[in-house]
């Protein structure tokens, strides 16, 4: 498995919560989607802390944080964690990048808990509805038989699954470092424990105050990602109230797997 290690932890209500800051400058937070972890900013974080200082996590339930029954990992939970952590980072407007489902966290700390950012930059973002594929409704359905299905058919499923998020194709040691941290018996109950918990009445709420979103906002799409159409950044960009979009090339839903150059650009030109 290639090599990301979050040497730093927070405990946020009973449970550990692995991140990382690395550089200086002004301070800039990365919050990854799903099905990643933090892995996902491994190509671009150490080149943006050149001149910022990067703010990097993984989020309750995925990666080296914390897996356990009994929490919600969606909603709420998610948004009272960052929350928490730019509290402890002693952050009061960093420029906020967050990737899939990590959007919805971000824009709901912004909308819910009152946090304010300096920017706000949404890449391939799961934050509108429908944000749920027919294979996770069906795992959602039968829940405790994904949860608990025999660990060589559940890699199978992964393999399969976990690659279509890139463009150009997912080698050995990139499916490792996302499949790894699911790969025990406890990150395949909390793999699909996140799906059990995911809760569209809660990006329901967060589009209804698009319009309220305060800071402006870059919106960057994979040009072939197969996973969100463009037609749902598309509609993001209508319903918030000062916001660019840019496709990224030769990227698919992990742009930052398939054209990291890019997404650096990106970040540093609007930053």
């Known amino acids: 498995m290639a090599s990301w290690i979050l040497g730093k932890r927070f405990h946020f209500n009973g449970d550990e919560i692995a991140y990382e800051v690395m550089g200086d400058g002004p301070p800039l937070v990365l919050v990854h989607g799903f099905p990643g972890n933090s892995f996902s900013w491994r190509q671009v974080a150490p080149t943006l802390a050149r001149n910022h200082r990067v703010h990097v996590y993984d989020m ?31 952050l009061d407007a960093p420029l906020m990048v967050a990737h899939d489902i990590g959007t919805a966290p971000a824009l709901g700390a912004h909308l819910f808990e009152g946090l304010q950012y300096r920017r706000l930059i949404l890449l391939s973002a799961a934050v509108l509805n429908p944000s749920v594929s027919a294979n996770s409704m069906h795992a959602r359905t039968h829940l405790k038989a994904y949860q608990t299905m025999p660990a060589k058919l559940y890699a199978q499923i992964m393999r399969a699954h976990i690659p279509t998020t890139m463009h150009t194709g997912m080698n050995e040691e990139i499916f490792q470092g996302y499949f790894g941290p699911w790969s025990t018996a406890e990150g395949q109950a909390a793999y699909y424990r996140f799906l059990g918990d995911f809760e569209e ?7 209804a105050k698009l319009d309220q979103v305060v800071p402006e906002t870059l919106i960057l799409w994979g040009d072939d990602d197969t996973w969100i159409p ?32 890019a997404v650096i650009r990106e970040i540093e030109a609007f930053a």
Not at 61 to 78: L, M, P, T, V
Not at 201 to 207: A, K, Q, S, T, V
Not at 245 to 259: S, T
């Open 60 to 90: 309750l339930g995925f990666g080296q944080s914390a897996k356990r029954e009994g929490h919600n990992i969606f909603g709420d939970s998610q948004t009272r964690l960052l929350a928490a952590l730019l509290e402890h980072w002693k």
């Open 201 to 207: 009445p809660y990006l329901d709420r967060i589009e």
């Open 230 to 261: 463009l037609a749902r950044g598309e509609r993001l960009q209508k319903l918030l109230p000062r916001a660019t979009l840019r496709l990224v090339p030769k990227a698919g839903h992990f742009l930052m797997d398939d054209n990291p150059d």
